[in-house]
């Protein structure tokens, strides 16, 4: 018998990295807080004093019944909706007024509760439209099929090619998405969201629809994201099997206002948060 | 290369001798990231050494059993080769082997080393850990998943190849070494254990002798003239003998590419893109081939449509006569060219069969319109018969005599005689020398003079070409007296696009019951274009429609029979549409997708109860496992049907007398 | 051969040729429907101003002269001096790259999110401001537009089809004009770069991202409004060329706008989200009309050429609405 192996010198090398938005933010720092946010439209409030952190390399769960603010909440973040009160610091500073196509250049990257790819595309381009911002070169380089434009594009290519390899959809790369099932669209719109190699991935119910076996698949995906890859993650979901499961730290909104947050099982003993979900429906 | 054929006695010898005479041809592709990567044989040579100088670094010695679990991988491939030069035994195990399964064959063949593919099989091999005490070292192809595992017995694929090539770069001598141990190995080693997925009961291990391995292989190639020309696509289960024997051990005796498609998922894609020319599939691949190439027709538009029938009616009347190389007259000539032009070139195409040369099929009857149809559109299609214990080829058909109701005379150098009892035994070059552990099961296995007995009922017609009728023990009677083959039934109930799965019961009783199951993807077409909306399989399965449509499959297939003197007296008089669809998780059918007829008759012992005693529906309940393991139960009123039967003819030309 | 079968070749090649004018136009419209939902009414008038402005930048003619010289009397025509083509091409580039930002800023941008129709009707504000700005700018004479392309009748191929002919008929040879080849492959070129930009860079797959869904084209960080500047420009560059092809053959004037309606029938057979079907639609519709007027033309009387293209265009409404190549309409309920 030869000498035993090192086992250091025997763990594979991971292909793919995510770096496009380094930002220096320690794991477990604050990464974006939320501060005494409201946002109300035309008088009525949807979202009423809130206040959270998420943290570096955590996945952040924002539940609640219908209608309790989520989705308002995650398109404060995204920058789509502008809230009247309240400041909202991302990386250490604070935000100011902000156009939606800003959050996506600035490491925000998101994925809808009904699903919105470019339906006419196929798989492959709609995932690399993902990476849209990264991509430097400008029109007219492009526009002369000048060699580093070129380039820069195959380059992108590859890592596409590690998302896609990554969410297991390699049987669909020039399938136009329309053509998709539902699950498999899911994942698409995952799959772009990943490819802006984001700091912070919003899923706006990600595992909505699906069937057991397709949320069990998600659930293993958006774990192997935040593990592999550090990703921060913030999510909104309604199966609250699936929100204990994975996530790390949980907000709990109730009629735009916050009535819980801390680590799942905690969360779960809460009293307000167990009559918000166990009392009169708000339907 | 006949100057020593007598000398190359193993795979690892090939190998070696490939890496010269083929240096530069391409020995294996991978589609990895979207782009066909290739090894040159030379490069595969250094691949397959660094494996091994590492897995030797790791204390594999000769005769240890290393198992190989996963997909069709370049670097599972390797696995085997590298094994096989340190004269280790492979063990493959089917990827998608439930954990109980593996646990058995990996403590049966007493495993110290596993090499698989990723960490569902690690997960799996680690959650039954304690059950194989023999197991050292796990090494893994893919590492997603698995960083955080404890890593004293696990590695990765790629570091043990690296501790080979530092062993090497450190001691070249090694590499010499190692080629003068392949040089020196004996063809009486064992070559692989392949485990049959098995009718009944626990799976056996088949030890097949390198000698006999490449004797086998060797006859074959020669006999379809295959070369390092040729190309193939690797996608056939990596454990099951038609892997093992068509792509692995051909492609090292002929030198041939093997290429491995990017997933399981993509293999028809991949097809396209390597067309290759030589390929196997069973018939139930062609079955679902045609079914979507008629749905797709369906929504074509109406010239497409009209075009489409007109040439593969052309097809039908001239193409196997030219495939044939018989007399077609010039117009016929003619018009199957337009029809290759505009039909079945693009056909082919889309489908990856364009430079098919030699394809096969086999392992249950395939209808012989859907042999006709890919025979007419040019391709090569053959059957052949074949065992594990034969280290696959029994019989196989000739280029110009190819049927598609028999599977064609002895292979070269194979006898084969049929016993008294109608069963088909044969003695070949890749016969196998025993089950592993289970000499008793060997001896009942063999007969006394050396032949093996293939279990299988049949007999030779007047071309001198095997007919297989059945599993020779399930040829029973009915309380009539009339012969009961109750595979005969179901193949000729399974010629129906509609009809995916059929089993026959009645030995020992007093007629034929089936089970049915239809066809998702055809039924549920049908039920698209004709607005019955339905939820799921089993509410489909259970809709009148259906039923009338399943009548009438019966009632057709009963004529069939009726014409058929051995078989008139068994026709089908009952018969249901399962509310399941049979499933090899819950061990309806084999890994290989055969039905395990007794293991049904038990599990649906109450509808089969209802089959007899008369009644039109029964409640039922099964047990269902789910792909993760966990169980669960479907709940079901099961319709049960009357079959309209034929009488049987008094001479065998009276047709239709029945109404 | 026999020369009626010469004439039958003759008509059908000068039917493509026209053909891929059409198409060169109607290409304009679809890249604006495709990617923003407007049918740009004003795509007819943009060519024409784009000829304007070439031939004006060309001929080193003063802008506004005429307004120029009401107010201040003056009598200034040209800088005199002449610019050459390539420049002045450029030149008008630039022009309708500024054109398109400043629509994006002025009228566009205010317009987000309202009813295709509206858009639509800016647009046609949009063709009678431009017609009337660019006669303020450039005059409204007729001008001849000579950017290096020859014309005229092809004399070697004129031999080369003479000796196809019987012997013995007296057969002159074909006829084609070498703008028409030129424009032809100029059309195909452009078709070609226009597709491989859309297919392969990364503008191209924004654009068409964008035409599918602006909400998630935002999400993942592409700003509209660049892209609209974009497609415009674009649309300013096929419209560049159109006028350039068409000037060349009939001078630039006011009717030159006019062919925007011959592309309304393309579209309507071609689809209006397909650019090959533009293309294929303009073979289609340029053979067709020419055809039609050698063989139909002398039953009815001719002129068959000015309404040929509508009927065929109404035909296809009736049963195949979609055109071509469009996609399929179809209605979930």
Redesign the interface.
């Known amino acids: 018998m030869n000498a035993p192996l090192k086992t250091a010198d025997l763990r594979a090398s991971e292909r793919f990295q995510m770096t496009a938005h380094q930002d220096g933010i320690a794991k477990g720092e604050t990464l974006l807080a939320v501060e005494n946010v409201s946002l109300s439209f035309g008088g009525v409030k949807a979202i009423t004093n809130i206040s959270f952190d998420i943290r570096k390399g955590e996945i952040r769960a924002i539940i609640g019944p219908n209608g309790a603010g989520k989705t308002s909440m995650l398109n404060v973040i995204n920058g789509f909706y502008h809230p009247q009160e309240g400041t909202i610091t991302y990386r250490g500073e604070k935000r100011s007024q902000m156009r939606s196509t800003d959050a996506a250049r600035q490491g925000i990257a998101r994925t809808f509760q009904n699903i919105a790819l470019f339906k006419g595309m196929s798989t492959l381009d709609n995932i690399m439209t993902g990476r849209i911002t990264l991509q430097k070169r400008n029109i007219f380089w492009q526009a002369l099929w000048h060699g580093p434009a070129m380039k820069e594009d195959l380059e992108h290519r590859e890592a596409v090619e590690h998302i896609i390899d990554f969410l297991e959809i390699q049987h669909i790369r020039k399938t136009p998405v329309g053509r998709l099932p539902y699950g498999l669209q899911k994942r698409v719109e995952l799959g772009r969201a990943l490819a802006a190699e984001p700091a912070l991935l919003l899923l706006d119910e990600p595992m909505a629809g699906m069937n057991l076996e397709e949320k069990e698949d998600m659930s293993r995906f958006i774990l192997d994201v935040n593990d592999q890859f550090g990703t921060t993650i913030a999510l909104i979901e309604h199966d609250m099997g699936v929100v204990m499961d994975i996530s790390d730290r949980v907000v709990v909104l109730d009629y735009g206002r916050k009535i819980g947050d801390g680590p799942p099982d905690e969360v779960s003993q809460n009293q307000d948060v167990i009559d918000a979900y166990l009392g009169v429906s708000h339907d | 290369m006949t100057q020593n054929h007598a000398s190359l006695d193993t795979f690892p010898k090939y190998l070696l001798l490939n890496a010269k005479r083929f240096a530069t041809r391409p020995a294996m592709r991978h589609k990895d990231l979207g782009i066909w990567q290739s090894w040159t044989w030379a490069e595969q040579l250094d691949e397959v050494r660094a494996l091994a100088l590492g897995l030797q670094a790791m204390g594999v010695r000769a005769g240890d059993k290393i198992a190989i679990v996963g997909s069709n991988r370049p670097r599972l491939y390797w696995s085997f080769a590298a094994a096989q030069s340190l004269q280790a035994v492979p063990v493959p195990v089917y990827a998608d082997a439930v954990a109980e399964e593996m646990a058995y064959v990996l403590d049966h063949a007493g495993v110290r080393f596993a090499i698989v593919q990723d960490q569902e099989q690690v997960d799996k091999i680690l959650s039954f850990r304690e059950k194989i005490p023999a197991l050292e070292q796990v090494i893994y192809d893919e590492p997603r998943g698995l960083r955080d595992y404890d890593h004293e017995h696990m590695h990765a694929f790629e570091a043990v190849q690296g501790l080979g090539r530092a062993r090497l770069k450190e001691d070249p001598a090694l590499g010499q070494a190692w080629e003068a141990g392949i040089n020196g190995a004996s063809g009486d080693d064992i070559s692989i254990i392949l485990y049959t997925s098995g009718t009944t009961g626990r799976s056996k291990g088949v030890m097949l002798k390198a000698v006999s391995a490449v004797r086998a292989a060797q006859d074959t190639v020669a006999f379809d003239r295959l070369s390092e020309r040729d190309e193939v696509l690797a996608y056939l289960p990596l454990a099951w003998v038609g892997d093992h024997y068509l792509n692995y051990a051909q492609g090292y005796v002929s030198g041939f590419c093997m290429s491995c498609p990017e997933s399981p998922e993509t293999v028809s894609q991949d097809l396209k893109e390597i067309g290759p020319s030589f390929y196997f599939a069973p018939p139930r691949v062609f079955e679902g081939l045609l079914t979507s190439v008629m749905i797709r027709m369906e929504d074509a538009g109406a010239l497409k449509k009209r075009l489409f029938h007109h040439f593969i009616d052309v097809a039908k009347q001239h193409g196997e006569a030219l495939l044939e190389g018989r007399n077609v007259p010039f117009s016929g000539r003619l018009n199957y060219w337009l029809g290759n032009l505009f039909v079945y070139g693009p056909l082919k195409n889309t489908l990856g069969f364009s430079n098919i040369r030699v394809a096969y099929t086999a392992g249950e009857a395939i209808g012989p319109d859907l042999f006709s149809f890919f025979r007419s559109l040019g391709i090569n299609l053959k059957q052949l018969y074949g065992q594990t214990e034969a280290f696959l080829y029994v019989t196989c058909q000739e280029d110009k005599d190819v049927r598609a109701d028999a599977v064609g005379p002895a292979a070269p150098n194979v006898d084969i005689r049929i016993a008294d009892d109608g069963e088909v035994q044969f003695r070949s070059p890749g016969m196998f020398s025993g089950y592993f552990k289970e000499e008793e099961k060997t001896t009942e296995t063999m007969t006394p003079d050396g032949y093996v007995k293939t279990g299988d009922a049949g007999f030779f017609d007047k071309d001198g070409q095997l007919k297989i009728i059945d599993r020779a023990k399930d040829v029973g009677r009915l309380t009539t007296g009339a012969l009961f083959a109750p595979k005969f039934i179901e193949n000729s109930l399974k010629f129906f696009p509609n009809i995916k799965e059929a089993v026959a019961f009645g030995d020992g009783r007093d007629k034929v019951g089936v089970f049915l199951n239809i066809d998702l993807t055809a039924v549920g077409n049908w039920a698209e274009r004709n607005n019955i909306s339905y939820a799921s399989y089993q509410e489909l399965a259970g809709h009148p429609k259906v039923y009338e449509m399943m009548a009438e499959h019966v009632a057709e297939t009963n004529r069939k029979l009726s014409e058929v003197e051995m078989m008139a007296g068994a026709q089908i008089s009952r018969f249901l549409v399962l509310h399941k669809e049979l499933d090899a998780d819950d061990g309806e059918l084999t890994r290989t997708q055969k039905v395990r007829r007794s293991f049904i008759a038990e599990r649906y012992a109450d509808l089969i109860e209802a089959l007899y005693d008369g009644s039109s529906e029964k409640y039922v309940e099964t047990e269902v496992t789910y792909e993760d393991g966990r169980k669960g139960s479907i709940r079901a009123t099961v319709q049960i049907r009357d079959a309209r039967t034929f009488p049987v003819p008094a001479g065998a030309m009276h047709k239709e007398a029945a109404e | 051969m026999s020369p009626e079968f010469l004439y039958f070749i003759e008509t059908v090649i000068n039917g493509l040729m026209s053909g891929v004018m059409y198409s060169l136009v109607a290409l304009g419209f679809v890249l604006i429907f495709k990617a923003s939902g407007i049918f740009n009414f004003a795509q007819g008038v943009m060519a024409l101003f784009a000829a304007l402005t070439l031939v004006g930048l060309q001929t080193g003619q003063v802008p506004f002269a005429h307004l120029i010289n009401a107010i201040f009397g003056t009598e200034i025509h040209h800088f005199g001096w002449e610019l050459p083509a390539a420049v002045a091409i450029a030149g008008t580039l630039v022009v309708m790259v500024a054109f398109a930002w400043i629509f994006e800023k002025l009228v566009l941008k205010h317009l987000v999110n309202q009813e295709p129709i509206i858009l639509f009707m800016a647009t046609i504000g949009l063709a009678y401001f431009l017609e009337g700005f660019g006669d303020l700018m450039w005059g409204s004479d007729v001008k001849t537009l000579n950017v290096g392309i020859p014309s005229g009748g092809s004399f070697w191929w004129e031999d080369v089809t003479k000796t196809w002919a019987a012997e013995g008929s007296d057969y002159f040879g074909m006829y084609i004009d070498v703008l028409d080849v030129y424009a032809a492959v100029i059309a195909v070129i452009l078709v070609i770069a226009l597709t491989?930009?859309s297919q392969?860079?990364?503008?191209?797959?924004?654009l068409?991202?964008v035409?599918?869904?602006h909400?998630?084209?935002?999400?993942?960080?592409?700003?509209l409004r660049s892209i609209w500047v974009?497609v415009w420009s674009i649309a300013g560059f096929v419209a560049l060329v159109a006028g350039i092809m068409w000037g060349s053959k009939s001078g630039v004037q006011f009717s030159l706008s006019l062919i925007a309606l011959k592309a309304l029938p393309v579209l309507i057979l071609g689809g209006f989200t397909s650019i090959p079907g533009a293309i294929i639609g303009g073979l289609i519709i340029g053979v067709g009309e020419k055809l039609a007027e050698l063989y139909i033309g002398p039953l009815v009387g001719g002129a068959i050429e000015n309404w040929f293209a509508y009927v065929v265009a109404l035909v296809f409404l009736l049963f195949r609405p979609q055109g071509l190549f469009g996609?399929k309409i179809i209605e979930r309920v």
């Open positions: 491989a930009f392969y860079t990364r503008t191209g797959r924004a068409r991202a035409a599918d869904d909400q998630a084209a935002q999400s993942v960080g592409i700003s974009i996609e």
